[in-house]
């Protein structure tokens, strides 16, 4: 079966390509704001490393969040677009999951945590000390504090912390859990393109693959367009029934 | 400081741009036996990823082994040029350290194993629970009946075995160490391009950068070449002053 599969939940795009669960190229690229119009390139170009062309791919898989939500929605897209053209399965994977798994059969628990800016960040809590991972807190938003509560109500043990998320707060997990936090090399706080690959196998062999238009974003919370969006439609006396809880 | 990294020393070449500690583009290829002409182009391509050009690289930096003979010695060879030409400096690093990095932080013991051929491994254990790798056992070739050994002598503890030594010897390394031994996901038994990185910048500042001359591979044992042509040279009734010890 050949793979292929990205992120571009982060500021690092990941494109992987994968050829009976061995991975035969991948690329990690520093996306900043230029995604959108370098995407469809890096991928053809990563996929033709690989020595083969898009026909080749049996399985198309995206990260469907949490992060960047222009970054998620032109990734899952362009993966929907690729399935739907080819008639080949696609499936989902969560990019948190995806940044633990950098320090896989790991003993030490792993928070991995991504800067949703406005104080807070995607994290959860993940136990990888076998081949799968076991979540202990599940992904979500948080305010630094609230997380690391939870994380303090959790395990007395030691936790690794990354991804830009851990960065950013470094200082507030460090003054919070003191020696328990632990601080991978920097290039550790991105993720690997290759897990991308490993989530993607496993989901697909847990029959979880999905039709192209059922591939969706997992945001977390609104978007700043939708909670602008809602304010008009309450400050102008509309009720929502289907609000966000 | 902006630095190129490269390991060439499995089939799966790897080449990574970092800008101040943070990696901005990373490449894996499955090199089967193309690399020679490939690598050149895809350095170019990666650093071109990066918003870059050669000339703003400030560091140039190889694996110097031990590994694939041909491929160490044109990754060596392409950082000594970049760095010849440029004038900038150059620095290597062991493909093991690097592979074994895959488990940054780990508790777990680390043995990275790259197939040697002729039923030989290259071979070291590392303790990669602090920033700095720890070799517990130092790089060398091995049966892999004598590294076991030297492992079982050296730790009651589990251990990780990764890279294509540990896939092919898989059953006889379970056969020795039980349930003592682990084996990562697929992935991870291949280099991760930004270690390189991470151990070119370490290397560097512990001032150990060279001249482009002075870059060496380190092979840990003789060519298949050098082997025949002393041979041919011992049955001819030579004697070697500086035979390999």
Do not use: W
């Amino acid at each position: 079966m050949k793979i292929l599969a990205i992120d571009t939940s982060t500021s690092f795009a990941t494109i992987a390509v994968a050829v009976e669960n061995q991975v035969v190229a991948e690329l990690l690229l520093n996306t900043n704001r230029t995604l959108s119009a370098r995407l469809i390139p890096e991928i053809e170009r990563v996929i033709a490393t690989a020595g083969l062309g898009i026909s080749d791919i049996d399985l198309f898989a995206s990260s469907i969040g949490p992060g960047s939500f222009t970054g998620i929605r032109g990734g899952v897209a362009t993966i929907q677009g690729l399935a739907l053209a080819t008639g080949k399965p696609c499936v989902g994977f969560s990019s948190l999951e995806m940044l633990a798994m950098n320090f896989s059969l790991s003993s030490t628990l792993i928070c991995p945590m991504l800067d949703a800016r406005k104080s807070e960040v995607y994290a959860a809590l993940y136990n990888l000390s076998s081949q799968a991972p076991i979540p202990l807190i599940s992904d979500g938003v948080f305010s630094p504090e609230d997380i690391l509560n939870e994380i303090a109500a959790a395990t007395e043990e030691p936790v690794i912390f990354l991804g830009d998320g851990a960065v950013r707060y470094h200082d507030i997990i460090s003054n919070r859990l003191a020696s328990r936090a632990r601080f991978p090399n920097y290039p550790l706080n991105h993720p690997r393109p290759s897990n991308a690959v490993t989530l993607a196998l496993n989901t697909y062999l847990s029959e979880k693959s999905v039709m192209p238009s059922e591939l969706l974003p997992i945001y977390l919370r609104a978007s700043d367009a939708e909670i602008n969006h809602n304010k008009r439609l309450t400050s102008a006396g509309y009720q929502f029934v289907n609000e966000p809880s």
